[in-house]
């Protein structure tokens, strides 16, 4: 059974950083790309960050570049996503997302494996 768990959501001030963690089940992380993907309310699913197999190709949205980085460890069957200097806009559920192929691009179409989600919240 193939399973992404997300984790490491919550509230946070504006400025204030979070780290989300994907963990893998059923599967070893160091066969896919991994994305990382936001949704708010009303708004469709977008891609915010992703990581190539090799973990040597890293993609970002433009809207969380120098704030936000991907990154793996396959010791731990697990990616994150470190965000810094978050912003209020920066409130979604982040999905992590997992694809055979091994490019790290961030179109949503061509990730096979999703997780649930996690609730990130940036306010005051």
């Known amino acids: 059974q193939l399973q992404l768990v997300e984790s490491g959501g919550g509230l946070v001030q504006p400025g204030g950083s979070l780290r989300l963690s994907c963990a893998a089940s059923?599967?070893?992380?160091?066969?896919?790309?991994i994305g990382w993907f936001r949704q708010a309310p009303g708004k469709e699913r977008e891609g915010v960050s992703c990581?190539?197999?090799?973990?040597?190709?890293?993609n970002y949205a433009d809207s969380v570049k120098g704030r936000f980085t991907i990154s793996r460890d396959n010791a731990k069957n697990t990616v994150y996503l470190q965000m810094n200097s978050l912003k209020p806009e920066d409130t979604a559920v982040y999905y992590c997302?997992?694809?055979?192929?091994?490019?790290?691009?961030?179109?949503?179409?061509?990730?096979?494996?999703w997780g649930q989600g996690t609730q990130v919240t940036v306010s005051s």
């Open positions: 059923g599967f070893t992380l160091n066969y896919y790309a």
């Open positions: 990581i190539s197999k090799s973990g040597g190709t890293t």
């Open positions: 997302a997992a694809e055979r192929r091994p490019y790290g691009n961030c179109d949503l179409s061509d990730y096979d494996y």
